[in-house]
């Protein structure tokens, strides 16, 4: 019901005329076109996120860098970790080495004193051919097959040479000799007597090595 309506109607109060009022212009009233060109104007609310948006980006690029340095220095402490235990792994490697090194020379002095106490008879017997005087060739022999055997047990063991055939890996040849009674490589004499420890070979027997003519 318009106004004019309300004007006409002499039984409608004040307060109702209002109310119609109100409602025609809540539903007639014109846009104004002034206000269309401002809300897409450069102050619009799209101008002014993006403006936003752009003012933002120095504070993402202060975010990398802090990244970067987070991630620097996480970097070099793990550095410095595997710098620390590279470190105590060489320190524990000198002082194995150096274990070992004492220990070596240790077994090594206790197998020298064993075998200085296991020859010591030896020495004795020497002695006591010595002072008997006159023919001492029984005594030397039966101290030579002492030490013989004392030697023996800690894995000495003399190299065949007389009536063998030359091996270079425990012979050496001073001389060669032409024989018709025996084979070409024939060693036929001996001038030094060699010897064998525990399988290697510690010394060459110098031998004399028979040719054909």
Same mark, same amino acid.
Not at 155 to 183: C, K, R, T, W
């Given at each position: 019901?318009?106004?004019?309506?309300?004007?006409?109607?002499?039984?409608?109060? *004040?307060? #109702?005329?209002?109310?119609?009022?109100?409602?025609?212009e809540?539903?007639?009233?014109?846009?104004?076109?002034?206000?269309?060109?401002?809300?897409?104007?450069?102050? #619009?609310?799209?101008?002014?996120? /993006?403006?936003?948006?752009? *003012?933002?980006?120095?504070?993402?690029?202060? *975010?990398e860098?802090?990244?970067?340095? /987070?991630?620097?220095? #996480?970097?070099?402490?793990?550095?410095?970790?595997?710098?620390?235990?590279?470190?105590?792994?060489?320190?524990?490697?000198?002082?194995?080495?150096?274990?070992?090194?004492?220990e070596?020379?240790?077994?090594?002095?206790?197998?020298?004193e064993?075998? =200085?106490?296991?020859?010591l008879?030896?020495?004795?017997?020497?002695?006591?051919?010595?002072?008997?005087?006159?023919?001492?060739?029984?005594g030397?022999?039966?101290?030579?097959?002492?030490?013989?055997?004392?030697?023996?047990?800690?894995?000495?063991?003399?190299?065949a040479? *007389?009536g063998?055939?030359?091996?270079?890996?425990?012979?050496?040849? =001073?001389?060669g000799?032409?024989?018709?009674?025996?084979?070409?490589?024939?060693?036929?004499?001996?001038?030094?007597?060699?010897?064998?420890?525990?399988?290697?070979?510690?010394?060459a027997?110098k031998v004399? =090595?028979a040719?054909?003519?």
């Amino acid at each position: 019901m318009s106004s004019e309506e309300n004007k006409r109607d002499p039984e409608l109060g *004040d307060d #109702a005329r209002q109310e119609e009022e109100a409602v025609e212009e809540a539903e007639g009233s014109p846009v104004d076109p002034a206000s269309l060109e401002n809300s897409e104007g450069p102050g #619009a609310p799209g101008d002014t996120e /993006v403006e936003s948006a752009s *003012d933002e980006e120095p504070g993402l690029g202060w *975010d990398e860098a802090t990244v970067l340095s /987070v991630e620097l220095e #996480a970097t070099r402490r793990e550095r410095d970790q595997y710098l620390d235990a590279l470190r105590r792994l060489k320190a524990e490697f000198e002082n194995s080495r150096k274990r070992q090194e004492r220990e070596r020379i240790r077994i090594l002095s206790m197998a020298s004193e064993r075998l =200085v106490q296991e020859l010591l008879p030896v020495l004795d017997n020497l002695d006591r051919a010595l002072e008997a005087g006159g023919d001492i060739r029984e005594g030397v022999q039966a101290t030579r097959d002492q030490l013989a055997d004392v030697l023996g047990d800690e894995g000495l063991l003399p190299v065949a040479s *007389d009536g063998q055939i030359f091996d270079p890996n425990v012979h050496e040849a =001073v001389m060669g000799q032409f024989s018709e009674e025996h084979e070409e490589g024939t060693i036929i004499q001996t001038f030094q007597r060699g010897y064998v420890l525990n399988g290697k070979p510690i010394r060459a027997a110098k031998v004399v =090595v028979a040719k054909q003519v």
